[in-house]
């Protein structure tokens, strides 16, 4: 793969882990909680976001 695409698929992979744990941060969630699905999100990297998408805490 080309370096330049690759450094492009890193960074969209890094802001969407930081948007994911901005929204679990300010979700309604208990403390524990949100920390599993940190974790959850930061050791599963593209299986956790897609979870975390369907099944995670939202707003309140």
Known sequence: MNANFTGVVGLLHLALVI?????ILGSGETQGQKVLW????????VIGLIIWLIAGPKKS
């Open 19 to 23: 948007w994911a744990a901005v929204s």
């Open 38 to 45: 940190i974790l959850l999100v930061l050791v599963f990297p």
